[in-house]
């Protein structure tokens, strides 16, 4: 094998940092042994299904028949895994790998088996020639393992399948480490997408006393799938300016000769250890941690290194051509088999496997030993590490409510009160993250424990409010994605936090809460062997109906519709009405595992509707019957008037007040929903209700209007099970916006108080026929109101009195 | 005013380009002058709803209840707009302008009033005091204009309100505008963003021969909503490296003394425009494109420029206090009033506008006249310069159909031809966008005639099918954000394009998708002078139907249920079951305006089921029945057996083939859905059908099988005010999936033939009592591909045969 690759990539110029280097010749012919090993497993996993040692002629039933995987970013993977391994041994290090080119799978997986782990948590998959049998036809075969680092891989947090998340969850694996260093190799390809772009930023948040290091390490093999990549194709000068200006020190590693390459990669990786760790020493001595310039590799290499180089005249070994399988035909084309047979030959695995099929014991001694192998590093199953948070008791936050109805609070404000106690009795595992809204969102009571994290340059004026600090353990960045990246990061390792942003800007994480949502769904129902994970609390605040000056760009409260697509096993959704409620809800979010937890609660002044105590009540089953607002005197109602989120609530309640008021002989029975999965079947959510429940709550055949937060279908989906689906009318949000107060856009959108009555009196006969004037008096509330808020920027002040209290 | 911030934010040093200037001062005079008009009118937005020229001493009254806007962008906005008027004068150039900051709108608003553009498209805006009260007055004012630049803004095709999408944006505009320079205006907040972070890497997609110029400008005001920015507070060399990295050649303009700020910034940016101009003349010139380093302008200054210093102790210019309203009770507190009027009078109103209210004459003099106005420049206003796509006939490609559900195709690979010939017949006003995946998606016809285009280095294998061209039309880079960008920026101004994608990760751009319908829906609504654009149109494939090797990660067919919550207006989704209705599809979607319409069509081989003709007639209506897969032969039905989508057509029909053997007196009606809205009522979307129509087609009381390609919930959601609803069982995916065979993965969601078989004997009595032999095959026959599958690797080669055909 080592006959191939001579002509390096680049070739060897002033830049190198190393001619010689530090190996000894045995020490690189161990090493490059070990990787040959690594290498084979890959080729194995793409192809083969039998005949794992090749100890005879490679036959065409040998191969699988649908070829499947990517061989183009394994080499490179298992490259630095091997070179990673000689520093844990070297330095005792505790180092976690994460993969960012995720479809390398193969380069993670070879390395987990060599070194036992993979044996260890899957018996069958032993280290000897049946074991690798099946090591190597379980990969990408149908009802066994992705081509990624799913959550099945040990050692792996990060699955990639998706990109532009490896880096930003590294850092979240990072903070409060202090001993950890996250070596993550990003993908050229990766480096494309946005999230990956900015993520490089994280290096503004790392504290060199109190978190641990990442090492960077950009893997330039020049492609994606079909195209080069850019960050291969501008020039050094620019690449290393680059990196130079997101603040790191770049150092390079460039070739493809494996023997100077271990070198080269040997010598380069040991000083970006070594610098890390005279980093944090300083700083840690000094107790003044300022922003290093934080060491991260460059390291280019071919595309499917070591791969053939070229077959039927085409380029493969450094080309687009080997992004996944190289050549395909090998069942049919005797050609291809032979090429297949030599190649995986090149690697002599009489040489490396024992007559078993085990890795011969001057390879095994190269891992390292126990927790040290990054592929059982307990950091990568954070379960395991996970200690329950120590929370203040949340009544002690409670809003003091004397008359229901009639207090105005933010609603937010408590929960950030209750949030800067969690974040005192745990300083060292619970973060807050946030796009630059923590105050906004009235959560700023944080601060007092806490302040924001902040390790770039800061100012004198900073002291006036800023809030900032070296030591902050709240987060906050212009970026979505990268909070959410190291929110996952943070709790994949085993600790706790909290994320909040507005309600509309949540789809910018659509796509990574996804990738979450089926992590935690395969790990916690599929994968033994993980322990469960704090889970990922995401609050949206700055609602859909409190957008008053930011208008229609700022108006979407469709992300819990996406929620609802995941896996039931893993999705949680709350729209608390009121502070006291969303205590009990952040409570309970808290102290839950291995889920996604959404609460909907809005930031501005709201009217409270629960003492502590009845909102413990109402939590406790998630939907319940107000009987304070309800007039059916528990019998059979004439009308059902539902409700689900704290303006829609408001109104609800401000629509039993007239009916009480005008309608007095009208039986009304009101519900308020907390936990929206109640109102689903519990054939087919955890939290769901029985027919029976729902039945009892809502009757099966009187009317029921819904005033709801989101957008009306998502209650007819949950609900659609339910009986008394045909009876269930539901206002929400219907994109009528924008410029618009409160309650003016409540009536734009139909879920106003006097849309509610209106939509009553229609539905229930007794009233159909005589209540004409109170329809009447409601359409003209409507336009005197619109009418109102037009002249006057505001709605009536006398708007948030009439609502129902006792 | 002047007075005011004479102290610099940063010091002059030896990186001032300039010290005298370029101005004369008379000029700087006049200038400021008039960006002290501009900044007159931001306040005045912000705070007044009366007395706009503060020809009387300023009341409580005079302020807007609410306070709402953001002064902190703004006057660098306006500083920059007068800045590129002098230019635009000076070179005859033909300029639009991007406001990244979008809650800086009074920043542009301003300039647009002054220009006279305003009053043109809204003459009650009149450019006398009357108008300027109105023009105040409407600001963030309920059921007027919002505080972002809105599509209500001449000038404007760049809302801003979501941040992260300005920089892609401009890019997009330029491409194929020769002569157009986009001034972008990149906020440092919106920096920090992903989509930002990576959009700066859109210069090596930009051709100085064919296509215009961006310039960035990036305003470092040094604060977000309550944090500094990140870009603010690094050192000056790593922020040039940074730039540089980019492939920039950046410029800086720092400070804040106004008088040296104007000669820094005209010699700048005429020196910027003057490089931008000698680029593209020498590549025009020799007609050999290379990736020039563009320039590009860092201008640092005060958040809040010129606005008050400081305010009960609180520093407020330069501080993010200054970020939206700087101090707000001026209806209650004297002083805060008394600031208000004081700041305002330092600008000296009644030394800018004369006795009516008008700017007077000098300053007129200095905006550029016409369509040379940024607020009038008709690419912002792309409709008008919008011309058809010329369209080849999409029957020529269509495949050839003798026995229908007997071929095989890939149904995208005729699209790709198609959408080929379009840009053939297009050279200049069409792309298409597709990240890394035009190939991948079986769309590679296309290269036959545009390459992709590449302004970073090429190499010698590039030539082996690289598909790599200076001159490309077709953008591949890895960012589903930076892709979206362009093309919404591109189809903004006037041109076609068309964007694809993998399914599961169209959710990347799920919050820019909302935007853009939300953009379309004001426009097409609400703004009568916005002439329409050419729709969006998205193609997803690489569907969750066939992830044989990617697995979980890469199933998502959600994206579609976030389409049906925004307008029904400008919202259109189409699943064509295969390659003839996908192109009557296309050709009707590229034919359309302002609209976003998404195409979901897998790319792997599928059975065809319909001639060009049968195509034809069936996409017109949208929906129908197929009369050769049913049985009921006109007559009423026993079931009616629908299906949504390419593969989820393929298993009905399977099913439909078994029912017809094995059960012959079954009278079943088979219905495909091409356009899913044909589900929802007429009254809820103009492509929805009425009662009738869905009564005739479904019948009111027949059970419905259904089966669909995506969650099941949305067929619901769409159909929820069909009579027929409660007779509905819908199949689709509910994320069960991991490394599976196609028809592995139809069974773990029971959308197989064989489960649609069961349902069906399930819901028919007459089939319930006497097919129970039928049900039991069925069940084995799930078992026993399942085993196949789990055993080879593969489906049962005669999977594919055993479908329904003529």
Redesign the interface.
């Known amino acids: 094998m080592l006959a191939r690759g001579q002509t390096p990539e680049a070739p060897p110029s002033a830049r190198d940092q190393t001619r010689g280097g530090p190996l000894t010749a045995s020490e690189v012919k161990l090493m490059n042994a070990y990787w040959r090993a690594c290498n084979y497993l890959s080729v194995g996993m793409i192809y083969l299904?039998d005949n794992p040692l090749l100890r005879r002629p490679l036959k065409p039933e040998d191969a699988?028949?649908?070829l499947?995987?990517h061989w183009g970013a394994s080499p490179a993977l298992s490259f630095t895994w091997i070179h990673l391994n000689r520093l844990i041994n070297k330095h005792d290090l505790d180092v976690i790998f994460v993969a960012g080119p995720g479809h390398g799978a193969p380069g993670v997986l070879g390395p987990a088996y060599l070194e036992g782990t993979y044996s260890e948590v899957y018996p069958e998959k032993s280290q000897d020639a049946e074991g690798m049998q099946l090591f190597f036809k379980q990969f990408?075969?149908?009802?066994?393992?992705?081509?990624?680092v799913?959550p099945e891989t040990p050692g792996s947090i990060h699955?990639g399948?998706?990109?532009?998340y490896s880096l930003s969850h590294a850092y979240g694996m990072a903070f409060d480490n202090p001993d950890l260093i996250v070596a993550c190799v990003v993908g050229d390809?990766?480096a494309?997408?946005?999230?990956?772009?900015?993520?490089w930023?994280s290096n503004?948040f790392i504290n060199p006393v109190h978190d641990g290091a990442v090492l960077p390490i950009l893997n330039l093999n020049g492609y994606?799938?079909?195209?080069?990549?850019?960050l291969a194709?501008?020039?050094h000068?620019?690449?290393?300016?680059?990196?130079?200006?997101?603040?790191y020190k770049p150092y390079f590693v460039e070739g493809s000769d494996p023997e100077q390459m271990h070198q080269k990669m040997a010598e380069t990786l040991e000083r970006a250890v070594e610098e890390i760790r005279a980093l944090q020493r300083q700083a840690r001595q000094t107790n003044t941690p300022t922003r290093p310039r934080w060491p991260m590799i460059v390291l280019r290499s071919p595309k499917g290194w070591t791969g053939p180089k070229e077959l039927e005249g085409?380029?493969l070994e450094?080309?687009?051509?080997s992004h996944q399988v190289p050549f395909g035909d090998v069942r049919q084309n005797p050609a291809h088999l032979k090429a297949l047979e030599d190649w995986m030959r090149s690697y002599r695995p009489e040489e490396l496997f024992d007559e078993s099929g085990r890795l011969i014991p001057e390879l095994r001694a190269l891992s390292p030993k126990g927790a040290r192998r990054m592929s059982a590093n307990p950091h990568a199953n954070g379960g395991l590490l996970r200690k329950d948070l120590k929370l203040p008791d949340f009544r002690d936050y409670a809003v003091q409510v004397d008359t229901r109805g009639a207090t105005l609070h933010e609603n937010t404000r408590p929960l950030g009160e209750f949030l800067r106690d969690v974040m005192k009795y745990n300083p060292t595992s619970f973060r807050v993250f946030g796009p630059?809204?923590?105050?906004?969102n009235r959560l700023q009571a944080i601060y007092e424990v806490s302040k924001?994290t902040?390790m770039?340059?800061?100012?004198p004026?900073?002291g006036?409010?800023?809030?900032?600090a070296r030591d902050g353990r709240v987060m906050?960045?212009?970026?979505e994605?990268?909070l959410l990246g190291w929110l996952e990061g943070y709790l994949l390792t085993g600790r706790h936090g909290f994320f909040h942003t507005y309600e509309?800007?949540a789809?910018?994480i659509?796509?990574m809460f996804?990738?979450h949502a089926?992590w935690l769904?395969?790990s916690k129902n599929h994968v033994k062997w993980r322990a469960p994970v704090a889970s990922e609390t995401i609050l949206l605040s700055s609602t859909v109906w409190r957008q008053?000056?930011?208008?229609?760009?700022?108006q979407?409260p469709?992300f819990i519709?996406?929620v609802?697509?995941?896996?039931p096993s893993v999705t949680r959704i709350y729209l608390p009405p009121d502070a006291n409620t969303l205590l009990v809800v952040a409570d309970q979010c808290l102290r839950s595992t291995d889920c996604v937890n959404v609460i909907v609660a809005d930031k501005q002044k709201h009217l409270q509707f629960t003492t502590m105590n009845e909102a413990i009540a109402h939590c406790a089953k998630g939907i319940g019957i107000w009987k304070r607002a309800s007039t059916d005197a528990d019998a059979e109602p004439d009308v059902i008037l539902a409700c689900c989120g704290d303006v829609a609530t408001q109104e609800a309640l401000a629509a039993a007040a007239i009916l009480r008021e005008r309608a007095p002989d009208l039986k009304l029975r009101f519900i308020n929903v907390v936990d929206i999965f109640k109102l689903q079947s519990s054939t087919e959510h955890p939290h769901g209700s029985t027919e029976r429940e729902l039945d009892g709550l809502f009757t099966p055949d009187k009317p029921i209007i819904f005033n709801f937060h989101g957008?009306a279908?998502l209650i007819?989906?949950l609900a659609?099970r339910f009986k008394g689906q045909?009876n269930l009318h539901v206002h929400g949000y219907k994109?009528k916006g924008?410029?618009?107060?409160p309650f003016?856009l409540a009536i734009l959108n139909e879920t106003s108080r006097f849309h509610l009555v209106i939509d009553v009196i229609e539905r229930v006969p007794k009233l159909r026929t005589r209540a004409g004037h109170l329809k009447e008096e409601m359409r003209n509330a409507l336009i005197s109101n619109l009418a109102y808020?037009?002249e006057?920027?505001?709605d009536r002040p006398e708007i948030a009195d009439w609502v129902w209290r006792d």
């Open positions: 299904q699988k028949h649908r499947l995987g990408s075969f149908p009802g066994h393992i992705g081509s990624h799913t699955e399948g998706e990109l532009g390809g990766e494309e997408t946005g999230p990956l772009a900015t993520a930023h503004k994606k799938i079909a195209n080069p990549t850019i194709r501008i020039s000068e620019e690449l290393e300016s680059l990196f130079k200006g997101y603040g085409h380029k450094g080309s687009w051509r630059d809204e923590t105050a906004s924001k902040w770039a340059d800061l100012r004026e900073d006036d409010g800023g809030e900032l906050e960045m212009l970026s994605h990268t509309a800007f789809h910018v659509d796509s996804n990738q089926k769904d395969i008053d000056h930011n208008g229609f760009s700022h979407d469709g519709d996406l609802t697509n995941k896996s957008y279908s007819h989906k659609y045909d994109e924008n410029i618009n107060t003016e808020a037009h006057h920027g505001r």
